[in-house]
């Protein structure tokens, strides 16, 4: 069966830092070892060890915690009972496995090293480990966390005879979990169960024994519907305590690989501090702002956003050359005038700071960069390209030289000049999208621009706005990147910029809040999803947004429907909605109100 109705992401191997080792483990198969660079200096370091699938997966979402941690692949075949046999006969075998980590992690750091918290995860037939590691007193002291994804399974009794056709379950496979449990129920343990609707009928599906684990503790499920990672669909939850069943969706091979590659969003509400709030609930905290644009002047005569509490403030566009008018010379009266206005009426600020146009007349960036030789013209332009046909390129706009040192020197200091004044004093600052074209040739490139050194040179600019903003929200907008199309042709460019968001704790979103877009589905926001509750996100919704038809129904997308895929889809911190009419008053306003 191929299930092709949710979207079934997958993470994509990349560089993680590090250390890497290997070295014979349970039954002489090789343990796969990851070391953060925190736990090489650290002399504590917390542990993850992942029972079967590809290592590399574990790695990825232990680094995602970035703390002082410690992930370990085991790997032992096929069947849960390969598993369960190796750490049942002898039980000793989880000791010499904590040893041997211990001994190379000791190695790495030169130093004595000691295990902290102790995270076991089983995936499918990997859970067979984590009974067995269970139900031996010791090791249930040992372990502080158990994380299981799509894999707590047992036999029919008798064997091969299903639930409705007489047949039990072996609960002989589920005590140890169920003890687990109860110490999770009471705050001792953290516990976290994930379940698909696959039922395999040889075997106990994941379904049948999660139930059977809520009706021994006396707790019952709360229908939800909500999006979870990857793309995946929730139908039901349970929470008591450090306890937790998660039901999902989905009963094909591709539902089940899912549950793999979420690790890192269900190891985070495993272990990490406010992970538990994963995924976003109804309750989750939406700040709306109203994007303004440059037509800054209605903010003093927009009744509606002034009179509505829901919305917390404004965002305002101002260019690069507004704010620098001459070298040196910088005019912030606009957003002076703008913030003790907003001030005055209760809203914030959230500033945009725009060097890039989509008009041939238009250009961003201040004049002496585009007269001053040392600059090399300062902005580039850009073009509207039908496909990958370069002969229908169309004079489109200008792009400012992000990549060229000298324009970003004078950019990095506009920025310095910028945080030095308003940060902390307003909500957030934004720089402009990532997207720019060049087209893939060559020919229309602008001098010393290339797709592979490109994405560096944003990062050198959110490394600079971060300087300048460490305590407003500094958010960069990465929607495409020049080189690439990830839903086909994915060179790792837009990933690489979101990867350094979230160690620098830049803020990432862009413009384009469209839940039916393909192009978005399959670029930015998973992205978006991947980075969510690690550093804030935001989108905005742009004129044509709620233009937009839902390809299923062939009705226009309403705001509602937007603030539900924001919230419980993306997991979005802000939206910033366009003031496109008739929307803005008629729907988006009365929808905020709670009035539509």
Do not use: C
Request: proline letters at 5%; charged letters at 25%.
């Amino acid at each position: 069966m191929v299930e092709a109705t949710r979207a079934h992401e997958r993470l994509a191997r990349t560089e993680l830092g590090g250390t890497t080792r290997s070295f014979a483990g349970p039954a002489q198969r090789p343990v796969e070892l990851w070391i953060s660079e925190r736990a090489r200096t650290a002399g504590e370091f917390d542990l993850v060890i992942h029972f079967h699938g590809a290592a590399w997966l574990p790695h990825h979402a232990a680094s995602r915690l970035g703390t002082a941690i410690v992930a370990s692949a085991v790997n032992l075949g096929a069947g849960s009972g390969g598993y369960h046999r190796a750490f049942a006969e002898p039980p000793r075998t989880f000791d010499s496995l904590i040893t041997a980590i211990t001994r190379e992690v000791s190695a790495v750091t030169r130093k004595s090293a000691r295990v902290g918290r102790v995270a076991l995860v089983g995936f499918s037939a990997g859970h067979g480990a984590i009974r067995a590691i269970l139900r031996e007193r010791r090791h249930f002291e040992t372990v502080d966390a158990v994380l299981l994804l799509d894999g707590m399974h047992t036999s029919y009794v008798p064997e091969g005879i299903v639930l409705d056709k007489g047949g039990t379950l072996d609960t002989t496979n589920l005590t140890s979990f169920a003890d687990f449990a109860r110490a999770a129920i009471r705050g001792e343990k953290r516990f976290v169960v994930t379940h698909s609707e696959i039922f395999p009928g040889t075997f106990a599906s994941t379904t049948e024994t999660a139930d059977w684990l809520l009706r021994t503790l006396s707790l019952r499920r709360t229908p939800v519907l909500r999006w979870g990672p990857r793309g995946m669909q929730q139908l039901s939850e349970v929470r008591a305590g450090g306890f937790e069943v998660l039901g999902f969706a989905g009963n094909s091979a591709p539902d089940h690989v899912d549950h793999l590659h979420a690790m890192p969003e269900f190891l985070a509400r495993t272990l990490g501090s406010g992970a538990r709030d994963y995924p976003a609930s109804s309750s989750k905290a939406l700040r709306h702002y109203v994007f303004f644009g440059q037509e800054r002047e209605k903010l003093r005569t927009d009744s509606l956003f002034l009179r509505t509490r829901q919305v917390e403030g404004a965002q305002i566009t101002y260019t690069w050359r507004q704010l620098e008018p001459e070298k040196d010379g910088y005019d912030f009266s606009r957003i002076r005038d703008d913030l003790e206005f907003l001030s005055a009426n209760g809203k914030k600020l959230f500033m945009q700071l725009q060097d890039v146009s989509f008009s041939p007349s238009r250009i961003n960036v201040p004049p002496y960069l585009l007269s001053d030789p040392v600059y090399n013209g300062g902005a580039a332009k850009q073009y509207q390209i039908k496909g990958d046909d370069e002969s229908t390129a169309v004079f489109a706009g200008w792009a400012a030289r992000r990549w060229d040192p000298a324009v970003q020197e004078r950019f990095h200091k506009l920025l310095l000049a910028l945080g030095k004044e308003f940060d902390g004093r307003i909500e957030g600052i934004n720089l402009a999208e990532t997207s720019v074209t060049f087209g893939s040739s060559g020919r229309l490139f602008p001098p010393g621009f290339s797709f592979d050194t490109y994405p560096n040179a944003i990062v050198t600019n959110m490394k600079a706005m971060k300087r300048a903003f460490p305590k407003s929200v500094a958010m960069q907008y990465g929607n495409f990147m020049p080189g690439e199309w990830r839903a086909s042709n994915d060179k790792g460019y837009l990933r690489a910029v979101y990867r350094a968001a979230t160690e620098l704790n830049v803020a990432m979103g862009g413009p384009d809040l469209m839940p039916h877009r393909p192009g978005q589905l399959k670029t930015s926001y998973p992205l978006i999803r991947e980075v969510a509750g690690i550093v804030p996100t935001g989108l905005a919704v742009q004129d044509g947004n709620l233009e937009e038809l839902d390809p299923a129904t062939g009705k226009r997308v309403q705001a509602a429907e937007l603030v539900q895929f924001a919230r419980d889809n993306l997991r979005l911190d802000y939206i910033f909605w366009g003031i496109e009419e008739p929307y803005y008053s008629t729907e988006v306003i009365p929808f905020l109100r709670g009035t539509k």
